[in-house]
């Protein structure tokens, strides 16, 4: 068993922290206090997140500039193929290049009509995430990340051919995959594990989400295909109405599924914060991360 106690006598893990661009002032001054709060502890990179159907794509790049203009940070764009020609998306990404972003996050997106719905690619847009990749690749000598799912994407007619579609999407030119959530320590190192033995090499950095809204949270890993444990809502149980105590428990389950990834070999982990640093921090630190100056 991995104790937090074990965590002083190992190497921290290199972490990454998610964001999403504010719709208002206030969701704005809350995000920059959290960048300010999380900065410190030297996160590889963060990224921000692209609303559905390109809507957010001003705010986002908004939210990535000033990151990689104000701040030591390395920002990274999650960009989609949603409701876009490829000469729109294209521009998108030159105007990164310009700004002197490197990284982007290269997703499918979820079709504009809602998750349940079937996805249908744009007549001139990338049909795909993979597409998406080898488009970027061509405008320049961007690192790109894609999207990953060890519990199987809802679309996908099997889990081999979701593999076989992270595989495409490697062989593009994605150096990292991060994870869907999923809070089965087991299943994301099973997965690791088939996607090495379908030879794709690129690092496999889980996705790790701390639970605070337990409704909230189930709502969306239903939606998008990861599985809600009986132990997990069991833990939850009874704090409907109690947001201190979940958020301490958050903090904990959360940190140990970090030391857990981390004693099976995972030294990158990618940190959803919803905008909110303390409960990104709490777990950090418990992993041993320090605030550098
Ligand atoms: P793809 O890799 O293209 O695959 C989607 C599905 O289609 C898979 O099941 C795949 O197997 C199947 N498929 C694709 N091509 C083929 C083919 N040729 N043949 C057979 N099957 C195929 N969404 C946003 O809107 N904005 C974000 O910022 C955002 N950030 C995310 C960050 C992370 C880390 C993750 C895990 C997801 C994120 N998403 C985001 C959600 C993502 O857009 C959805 O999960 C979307 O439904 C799939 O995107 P993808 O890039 O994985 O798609």
Known sequence: MTLIKDAEVRTPPLVSF???????????ETLWNSIERLAPLAPEFVSVTYGA??????RTHDTVRRIQTETHLKAA???T???ASKGEIDDVARQYWDSGIRHIVALRGDPPGGIDKKYEPHPDGYVNAADLVLGLSKIA??????AAYPEKHPDAISFDDDIENLKRKVDAGASRAITQMAFETERIVRFRDQVAEAGIDVPIVPGIMP???FAGVSKMARACGASVPNWLS???EGLEDDPETRKLIAASVAAEQCLNLQAEGFNELHIYTLN????AYAVCHLLGLRAKR
């Open 77 to 79: 764009a999650h960009l």
């Open 141 to 146: 000598d961007f690192e790109i990340s894609v």
């Open 211 to 213: 639970v605070t809204n």
């Open 234 to 236: 069991h833990i939850f």
């Open 18 to 28: 998610e964001f999403s661009p504010p719709r208002n002032e206030a969701m704005e």
């Open 81 to 83: 193929c949603v409701a």
């Open 53 to 58: 159907g390109g809507s957010t794509r001003e």
């Open 276 to 279: 909110r640093a303390d409960l």
